[in-house]
């Protein structure tokens, strides 16, 4: 059983940064790491991914180019820096571990075995 906590989330003005981190209990090479977002009212999204231990992002449309998703294996940690922040980034902010992910299913919350109680995130316009 893998445990991940969520931190570093917050109020924040539009336009700002905030940087989320995900600590695990375990982070082995085969341990691929999402971050998902739940919006007040919305189903929860993905947001961005970092696969296995070959550290190959992936992106949502919406946050390209403004989120870094990165990983410190040292630490069992991931991070992700958040630039630029809009009130459309606000949600719960849940980080999710999975063992077996190829690469095509980095999106699928279903491909992730263990997950986080997230951590809120509020940008004010």
């Known amino acids: 059983q893998v445990q991940l906590v969520e931190s570093g989330g917050g109020l924040v003005q539009a336009g700002g940064s905030l940087r989320l981190s995900c600590a695990a209990s375990?982070?082995?090479?085969?341990?691929?790491v999402g971050w998902f977002r739940q919006a007040p009212g919305k189903e929860r999204v993905f947001i961005a991914s970092?696969?296995?231990?070959?550290?190959?992002?992936d992106y949502a449309d919406s946050v390209k180019g403004r989120f870094i998703i990165s990983r410190d294996n040292a630490k069992n940690t991931v991070h992700l820096q958040m630039n630029s922040l809009s009130s459309e980034d606000t949600g719960v902010y849940y980080c999710?571990?999975?063992?077996?992910?190829?690469?095509?299913?980095?999106?699928?919350?279903?491909?992730?075995?263990?997950w986080g109680r997230g951590t809120h995130v509020t940008v004010s316009s």
């Open positions: 970092i696969f296995r231990n070959s550290g190959n992002p």
């Open positions: 375990e982070l082995t090479r085969t341990s691929t």
């Open positions: 999710a571990l999975g063992t077996r992910l190829i690469w095509s299913t980095v999106r699928q919350q279903t491909a992730y075995d263990y």
